[in-house]
């Protein structure tokens, strides 16, 4: 009798279990975007059960059109990092989802880098990585901070890793938009704000001109790039990771099937989030 | 500048892509239910331009707790089924997820079993796959006809296929609900119709006290067990397979990580759909 | 005590089991090539006892300094495609592996196209072809023959369901040689003749120069392409894959971990031989 | 010029490498056994050169019928340490493969166990840890070694933690012979004494008859078994991973598609090896 019951009860917490359970949303008041910024933290089990441990951090970002909330809402970042951590493929990390992007903000779809009005990438650094590494018990050093995105954010990644070496132990792109034509900014056309800024900081041309200096940088980072047989940005990504192997800078390259699609990078959590645990030092 | 606004367009319509496009809501009016039951379609690529062709046909069942939009909306079926359909890892089908319980109809979680009042297993064998069959230009013999499910849906899945095998090729049962106790109907637990109607409809025993000839009859299906090392369900599914072993009827069986979640069955269905398609007749 | 007797044989037969119970080693006296070319057959279950079944035939190709016996020896072949077709991930097939090349023949590592006393590609549609598939009791139509092969071997399939389109329903080139300097004879480098081989049936420029005519016979053919992001011949696959992509020849493209090793292709064969047998014709 | 050359070259080379270049074959007399014990030891990238370095250790233990060499040479295990060391998927480790039967001991396939005359168990604690891990600069705790195995290895491995808990991080056992009938010593029948001896070391028994104090000890290891869905050790290693539930001691299983075969534990590496590697201490 208590079997049955017991049965029943599973069967029906098991279907309507709330999926995000420890996934955190916060903000942040940010005096250099003059603005409330949100974001979405992810904190491994055991967390508040450690009060005094120290976890490495992983920057988790989102694309164009999207904001904080995509990760969690379409990528099954929550559900699919609670069964690596069961299983030991990651080890407890902090996953970070910033914002960058969306109505929340004075402007739409702005973006990972800094433009007139939007120094998002001072922000990033000077603001909130100390803010949520404070609130969030990161150890606080690049040994124990990656950082991954998609599409516009697999291109932010990029770029904040290749800027910021000392910043990051490892990198991984999903189906990143790298770079772009060199489009007159119009108002009318908030977009033309991301595209213009993604120009200006094009990833694939920062390697092919950097210095031997800037060369042996950025191969303290551990990179990965990984882009779909179909997807409309695969040229761009194969392009970086020519230039990545004729500068010699060690990285992985994975092409699977696929587009420019939610389901591809639900599959790539399965990669990036151990790829960013493996890669963290070990204390 | 043409290049330019195609990334952009590219960009934005690769986000906001409506994911069902091809997945029709309809519905049927049963006599024998005496209820109008609500089901979901995935279409192919191609259906509507060759009007003349006739298709093989997934039935894909819901769990406990939930109805026939699940597969779509928790389930990503659509998604995977373009890829997979894309690749030619599945040949062109129909998948048919039906109603089987939830607010929608008379009771709540009925099953799909047949129970006083509710006789299901009639109403779908009699009105429901002659009626879509008929719609969605089935080709309608059972080499071209398999089920797959989930939990209460993967128990249904076999039993169905084990009381019908002169009507499936293949069943495919996920984290299967297959044996429950002797529970009595309690009029003010819904709940207790179905756990009498799993008792009175056990897969498990059914195998065990099969004579040859069924033995022999269920030979000719193609079974395929997915349960994870986690599910509460495990040992039952496990009994199953041993079952099946012993009786020497043909069966895989996986144990993959994972519990009685969503993550575990989507990452099932790349499984699930190659096999019902591989395992139709070819025409 | 029968139970222990036979946990006991099973214990010896499961370890010592040869292998390659189901290949066969013959050879064909051609007259084209004036010499006896050795080949391996591997024979799906059921070959034997199904006396007038016909079966759909792939040509899997070695690579340079390899023989025919490679795929077997090195690539596990046998027992892969067992397994595979255990599962009914492989419908039932004939694997044959020709030999294009080491000291069993006139030159050395001679290669699959036609030379100046070493008319293979002509050997292999004109006499190889029709001998194996009468004597292995294959279907003989396009629509159930695939070619596929690494290396020199991938190159080799490639080029050969370029120029004979209405010969293969598929081809799967892993870790293809493509395209090749332009090298002189060099009467006492042996190699000097296959480098000029592969450099006269360049693939990629086979594709950028192809008439609309060829290219609609292209699309006929299934292709896929399957490169490690460590192999030396990378920058050539991506080549032919981004010509077929603007050709506008569907065509998948795989980069996986890796480089010009066994353990590539070993691990490739699990999608190569489900990527053949799917586009194989239903009867 | 020079680029043929090269290319040549990298051909000739890649089908031509020694794939067993960080193999050392070395043996240790051993006062226990009164005998010489082969074993195979692979080494990873850059052990020589870090002179100093201290790495943890995985023991690989073979099967009945086999010997030392059967982890290398049908195993493959050289080239797919060198991949997952490649790519992260393994941090750097010893691995060491020791002999336990086959004709260069006094008996035949002895095993792991103490029987009569061969006191294997108290060679394998005794002797060869202390000599393996310190002539292989390993780290020599329990957080840095781990035990593997396949079938009667299988079996070794997991009676091996069971019974020294304090020895190990991890324990993954593949197709484990865990248990036998009570078979009388034949001295005609060498395999006697093997069965004999499993019987005497049941580890299904020993879950089963553990006290809670054995239990915690238990819990402090991590376990993982895996097991083909048609390999007729199934209903062994299913009881172990049920007793283990039962016990609650953290065990993870997968059921994968095979038999008890070569090909089936080379599939078996990439995730043994990772397993091992990521229950490592980290320093």
Redesign the interface.
Known sequence: ?K??AF??V???A????S?GARVVTDSIQSKVLGDKVKFNVWLPFGFEMNADAKYPVLYLLH????TYSAWVEKG?VN??AD?LL????I?PMVIVMPNAGGPDTKNIWNGYFDMDGWAYEKFFFTEFIPYVEGKYRCVGDRGHRAVSGL??GGGGSTVYAQRHPDMFSSCYAMSA?LT??D?PINKDDK?SYV?KAVHDHDAIEFVKNASDEVKTDLRTV?WFIDIG??D?L??QD?DL??AM?RARIPC????????????YW?TALRTSL??AS??FD??
């Open positions: 009798m079997k049955k049965l029943l599973a069967l029906m098991a279907v309507s279990l999926a694309g164009f059109t999207d099954r559900e699919i069964e069961g299983t030991g493929e080890s599409s516009m938009w772009s034509g489009t977009a595209m551990r047989d179909d409309f695969f040229d194969i990771y020519g192997r992985e390259l994975r092409v699977r099937n696929g587009g420019h699609t939610w389901e639900h151990p790829f493996r890669n070990s204390k």
